[in-house]
């Protein structure tokens, strides 16, 4: 790993001293339409490099820097047009996401990835405006942060690929009737009512009973909802049914009435 002196060197930054970082007076939202930035990470050597690079560049000025775990608060006093945010550590992304839906106002761009297609999707989850990869060159990092502003994504032809593929996958996985569901439709009003009576723990006895039925009908009944769920207890047939009774509480608004016909 290069020294603290090879990495101040690299961004042009003096050995001794902290990094050109702005006071934090400038009114909201900008101020001589200059970028207003914060620059968070749990490195700080990361947090003064990218403070001194962003210095040189036009058009953006560096008004804080923060430690992931500080970062909603500092976002919060700060008030940034852009939070340039290390994702370098997954575990860090809960911040993120919590400082995107804090902080609508401020675009959050990450910096640190390798574009690989499960950080792309684990950025979007995260609500990121934008990013930059981690060989980008000085002159790339600006652009960015400007596409972010004006609610672009400044990504390569792979990137958009990948969101409109688990786009595509999300609206098909959201039209597509789940196997509870689809089991549950297979079940005939009585066995649905039987299904929820297991659900809730009743015996085949307590079941009979409260239809006013025979228990040996209930058995035959029990025999045909685990076949049709492929399952081989009635405790797994309950697991299986549990999340479509919640979503889709129809499924059992049948009366149990003892004339009714089995």
Known sequence: MASASRVRQAFGMAPQGGPPVAPATTPWPQTAG????????????????????LGRQAGVR???MAGPP??????????PDIVLFDASRPGDLGYAKTLAE??????????????TDAEIVALAAAGFAGYVRNDAAAEDVVPVLKSAMRDELLCSPRAAATLCHHVALLSRDG?????????????SKRELQIAGLIDRGLS????ARQLGIQATTVKNHVHNILDKLKVHRRGEAAACLRTTFRTQPALLAYPARSHERV
Do not use: C, D
């Not at 039209?175 to 079940?187: G, I, K, N, Q, V």
């Open 34 to 53: 200059l970028l207003r930035v914060l620059v968070v990470s749990g490195i700080k050597l990361f947090q003064e490099a990218f403070a001194a690079l």
């Open 62 to 64: 560096v008004i804080g």
């Open 70 to 79: 500080q970062a909603l608060a500092q976002a919060t006093e700060l008030r």
């Open 102 to 115: 804090q902080m609508p106002a401020s675009k959050v761009v990450a910096f640190g990835i390798a574009e």
């Open 175 to 187: 039209h597509r009737e789940s196997p509870a569901a689809s089991s549950a439709s297979a079940l």
């Open 204 to 207: 085949n006895k307590q079941i």
